[in-house]
């Protein structure tokens, strides 16, 4: 009987074991805090991203959550990252591919040298611009949805850093605005509104002549009597022609877009710089 009972202890403990060994594997490279991913999902896709990370030099890892603590997209992904150690070299170098289920939807961060093969339109193109990834996540098809991101990844690596890549360090201009409220309006339309319609009325009493109309018609009546007129001939007499003709050019419409390659980078909150995109497309 307690061969019995030790046998089974022994073969729950392989099971913990076992369990905890493939836990600690995903928690490397997969951090499924929104619990979308089985088990066997998230050990391969740890797999999966190792082979990526290793192949690139860079720390690809995967991140899911449907709370991200009152702090914007940007900012989660940047804090996960940094504050959790990742990051190859002194750089820091990587990408966490973040799949946000709180605003369902998803966001690329990039660090160290990442950022220069990861630029802003390739971020776009991975994220927002991809159809065939908001397919899979609107199918809830996560797994499939973070290899998508990763293969993507993989072949922009391979393809090398833009010849006209540069980094450009975010500016105060796109920070958020703060917003008017509804007391500040109202004085800002009414004062304005009040003097606006004040220098009117002056403006119309003026041009009406009042005073002057009234004077005039005393005026009138001295002279009137006497009062004349008569027509004279007149002329025309043309004295010079001159023609100039010049070539008004046409605008062709042609508008800068900015360079394609292009970085855009932020200190996040630890005060490591990182480049990001994503998150305007909703699943």
């Known amino acids: 009987m307690k061969k019995l009972l030790l046998l089974m202890i022994s073969a729950v403990l392989m099971v913990l074991i076992g369990t905890t060994s493939a836990f600690a594997g995903t928690e490397k490279r997969v951090y499924d805090y929104a619990g979308i991913l089985s088990q066997d999902e998230a050990a391969q896709l740890n797999e999966e991203l190792d082979v990526v990370s290793q192949e690139m030099d860079m720390d690809i890892v995967a991140l899911t959550s449907d709370y991200k603590d009152g702090k914007t997209l940007r900012q989660y992904a940047d804090d996960f990252y940094d504050y959790n150690g990742f990051g190859f070299g002194e750089d820091k170098r990587g990408v966490v591919i973040f799949i946000d289920m709180e605003d369902r939807t998803v966001y690329l961060g990039t660090t160290g040298q990442a950022i220069n093969y990861f630029t802003d339109a390739r971020i776009y193109n991975m994220t927002d611009g991809d159809d065939t990834l908001y397919e899979y996540l609107s199918d809830g098809d996560y797994k499939a949805a973070i290899e998508r991101c990763a293969a993507r990844l993989l072949d922009y690596y391979r393809q090398g850093i833009e010849?006209?890549?540069?980094?450009?360090?975010?500016?105060?201009?796109?920070?958020?605005?703060?917003?008017?409220?509804?007391?500040?309006?109202?004085?800002?339309?009414?004062?304005?509104?009040?003097?606006?319609?004040?220098?009117?009325?002056?403006?119309?009493?003026?041009?009406?002549?009042?005073?002057?109309?009234?004077?005039?018609?005393?005026?009138?009546?001295?002279?009137?009597?006497?009062?004349?007129?008569?027509?004279?001939?007149?002329?025309?007499?043309?004295?010079?022609?001159?023609?100039?003709?010049?070539?008004?050019?046409?605008?062709?419409?042609?508008?800068?877009?900015?360079?394609?390659?292009?970085?855009?980078?932020?200190?996040?909150?630890?005060?490591?710089f990182h480049g990001g995109g994503g998150g305007g497309r909703h699943f």
């Not at 009325?201 to 009137?224: G, T, V, W």
């Not at 003709?245 to 605008?251: E, K, L, N």
């Open 163 to 272: 010849a006209d890549q540069h980094t450009v360090i975010e500016t105060e201009a796109e920070s958020p605005v703060k917003r008017l409220t509804l007391f500040e309006i109202i004085i800002a339309v009414l004062i304005p509104g009040i003097i606006g319609l004040l220098v009117i009325k002056n403006i119309k009493d003026e041009y009406a002549m009042k005073k002057e109309k009234s004077q005039s018609q005393n005026f009138r009546l001295a002279y009137q009597a006497t009062c004349a007129f008569a027509f004279a001939a007149a002329g025309d007499d043309l004295l010079d022609r001159q023609v100039t003709r010049r070539i008004i050019p046409i605008a062709t419409g042609n508008k800068s877009s900015g360079s394609h390659g292009q970085s855009t980078i932020h200190m996040g909150g630890s005060g490591t």
